[in-house]
């Protein structure tokens, strides 16, 4: 597979378009894409599920939540960096839906809470945002 990614490449850049594989080839650019939104996909819900165990269980933060917290969001920012097109898909409230219901799904298990809410409280932006967590007004009024 690398050696026939390898000749697809040399193809496209000396011009040799006969040479390409184009079935072939499209279906490895959308392999690609896929990948690239499973794993947006995937830091999203991570980062969904300990913003509401930091949220609903306020008793148990700690250093490592927080850490977590961090590290997802640094991930999904160099992730958008590197693939400007995904910020698209964070503005999609289907994928958005989906990511929250990963999330939840994750929290609920890791926790045994069942009254996280159905939907999500807060911006994508502000789910985003470095420093942000929910503090203890929240807690009262979301939970």
């Known amino acids: 597979m ?3 990614a390898n000749q697809q490449a040399e193809a496209l850049r000396t011009g040799h378009f006969a040479q390409l594989d ?3 080839l499209a279906e490895e650019i959308e392999d690609v894409g896929k990948s690239e939104q499973r794993e947006l996909m995937s830091r999203m819900a991570i980062l ?8 609903y269980q306020p008793e148990r933060r700690g250093a490592s939540w927080e850490s977590i917290i961090r590290t997802q969001r640094e991930a999904i ?5 590197r693939t400007p097109s995904l910020q698209r898909t ?3 409230p289907d994928w958005f839906a ?3 219901s990963d999330g939840r799904d994750l929290a609920v298990r890791e926790t045994g809470l069942s009254d996280l809410p159905q939907n999500c409280p807060w911006s994508t932006e502000t789910i985003l945002t ?4 929910p503090d ?3 807690v009262r009024t979301h939970g």
Do not use: P, T, Y
Request: net charge negative; proline share 0%.
């Open 136 to 138: 203890d007004e929240q």
């Open 77 to 81: 920012a160099r992730r958008l960096l």
């Open 22 to 24: 184009l079935e072939h």
């Open 130 to 133: 470095s420093d942000w967590l």
């Open 98 to 100: 989906d990511a929250w």
């Open 2 to 4: 690398v050696a026939w």
């Open 90 to 92: 964070l503005s999609d």
């Open 48 to 55: 969904i599920g300990h913003v509401l165990k930091w949220c």
